[in-house]
């Protein structure tokens, strides 16, 4: 990557991806930190980078990276002094733990649906997303995002029944 035009291409890409975290309502400085990682990626692995829409495989990893971070940053901790615990009311560290083992329900639903409907089902209900933005990150048509939001519910729904029945 010498070619000054390839730089500054790149560099209005991962000004994209910038913005696009941030409308996440990623922080400034978590943000920062995950398009410099997407740019170390991209140029460790410029080479053997073979589609021509850079803009979806940079986001796809930025939004990966991203949730890596999230589930090493996420776990739950719980070691409250006393003197927190008696000034908390009786039934928030319960509604905590309910929480927890409620979403780690979920992961592992979605961990045993297809990679395609365990994304599209977390940019929309986790993200919050709009179709037309799952579309542009993905790079497919509205209607196919719907279809496949449809099917993806569909499947989650009979894999929770069969789980948790």
Do not use: G
Request: hydrophobic share 35%; net charge positive.
């Amino acid at each position: 990557m010498d070619n000054s035009d390839d730089l500054k291409s790149l560099n209005e890409e991962l000004n994209f991806v910038y913005r696009y975290l941030r409308k996440l309502k990623i922080s400034h400085e978590d943000a920062e930190d995950i398009v410099q990682e997407t740019a170390y990626k991209f140029l460790q692995y410029y080479d053997s980078i073979r589609t021509p829409k850079i803009r979806s495989w940079l986001i796809r990893v930025a939004i990966n990276f991203h949730y890596d971070q999230f589930r090493k940053n996420s776990r739950v901790k719980l070691d409250l002094r006393e003197d927190q615990v008696k000034t908390l009311s009786k039934d928030l560290p319960e509604e905590i733990l309910i929480s927890y083992e409620h979403w780690s329900e979920i992961e592992c639903i979605l961990s045993k649906l297809k990679p395609t409907y365990r994304e599209v089902l977390l940019l929309k209900y986790k993200w919050e997303l709009k179709y037309d933005e799952i579309a542009k990150i993905l790079d497919l048509k509205v209607n196919t995002i719907k279809t496949f939001l449809a099917r993806a519910r569909k499947e989650f729904a009979k894999l929770y029944r069969e789980v948790y029945k």
